[in-house]
């Protein structure tokens, strides 16, 4: 059963830092793109960053470039994006997710609040 579990999100402050983490199970993760998407209230579901396998290459939505950045460890089966410099913008519910033969497959996501 694949499985995709999301943490490290919160309440932090403008300008702050967090570092969210997707641990994963059931598939073969070293051999999948993954991906990070958000969604805020009100909002489309939006792709923030994705990672390739092997040696991997990054790709960032706009509202992600030079703030985020996107990382894997394939021995540990486990994604990660380091946010810095949050706005209130970046408040949202963050998604882990990776498409797998004919489906994507999500996380149930975590909770990030940018707030004063």
């Known amino acids: 059963q694949v499985q995709l579990v999301e943490s490290g999100g919160g309440l932090v402050m403008p300008g702050g830092s967090l570092r969210l983490s997707c641990a994963t199970s059931?598939?073969?993760?070293?051999?999948?793109?993954m991906s990070w998407y958000r969604q805020a209230p009100g909002k489309e579901r939006e792709l923030i960053a994705e990672i390739g396998s092997g040696n991997p290459w990054k790709n960032y939505g706009a509202d992600a470039k030079g703030r985020f950045t996107i990382s894997r460890d394939n021995a540990k089966n486990s994604l990660y994006l380091q946010m810095n410099n949050l706005k209130p913008e970046d408040t949202a519910v963050y998604y882990c997710s990776v498409f797998l033969d004919t489906r994507r497959v999500w996380g149930q996501g975590t909770q990030v609040t940018v707030s004063s």
């Open positions: 059931g598939f073969g993760f070293r051999h999948y793109v």
